[in-house]
């Protein structure tokens, strides 16, 4: 019997690090299959990135209806990013969303959970950990079981053990196109990355 390789992932950017109370300003979801890596026909980022769902949300309606958290010190790290980066992640915008979309965007990522094999994020004590809470304060059932999550850092490590690869490594020939803070594009990235080096592993084209 085939098992699934039915993949999600999934990442926030916060207007804070406090994991149970941070404004959450937008977050991005993929669903994939990692029979793709080893395929004929890999994923591009540019798919990735295309097919990336993607929410943004009121932060004052957090503060105000939630009792959610802003940093200052955190507002002046995004203030030193990208002009691009800036205003997707810190300016409001007449289109975000109150905080209960998050429900909306969740079931729609995690539709068929019975079919995940893996539920990815960037390193295990954010992103899940804030879900959580979400979850916790939203008052719904969990999206996903326990045991199918998975970390792209512990993962891509392991992978290159014994090399000088980072695990925040840009893949050869995206360099123009990756925008880091983007959520879309630093979800598509890890799964590149992580298709990048099976393919390696497996003696096929990169």
Same mark, same amino acid.
């Given at each position: 019997?085939?098992?699934?390789? %039915? ?10 690090? %406090? ?20 395929? $004929? ?53 007449? $289109? ?12 729609n990522l995690f539709r068929h959970p019975d ?16 879900? %959580? ?31 000088n690869m980072r695990n925040d490594f840009v ?10 803070? %983007? ?24």
């Open positions: 019997m085939k098992v699934s390789k %039915d993949s999600v992932i999934f990442d926030f950017e916060t207007l804070s690090l %406090d994991r149970a109370q941070c404004v959450i300003s937008c977050v991005a979801g993929i669903r994939f299959n990692e029979d793709r890596y080893l395929s $004929d026909d890999p994923y591009s980022f540019t798919e990735l990135v295309e097919a990336a769902d993607f929410m943004k949300f009121s932060a004052e309606y957090q503060v105000t209806h939630y009792g959610r958290k802003i940093d200052l010190q955190t507002i002046g790290w995004w203030k030193e990013k990208p002009k691009s980066v800036q205003n997707m992640i810190i300016e409001p915008k007449e $289109d975000d969303v109150t905080f209960e979309k998050i429900i909306d965007f969740f079931q079919t995940l094999s893996r539920v990815y994020s960037r390193g295990n004590t954010f992103d899940p950990i804030i879900l %959580d809470g979400i979850i916790s304060q939203l008052k719904v059932k969990n999206f996903y079981p326990h045991w199918v999550v998975r970390d792209t850092r512990s993962m891509i490590d392991g992978m290159s053990f014994g090399s893949v050869p020939g995206l360099e123009s196109q990756y925008i880091a803070h %983007d959520p879309r594009h630093d979800i598509a990235m890890d799964i590149m990355r992580m298709q990048y080096i099976v393919r390696l592993l497996n003696d096929l084209e990169v």
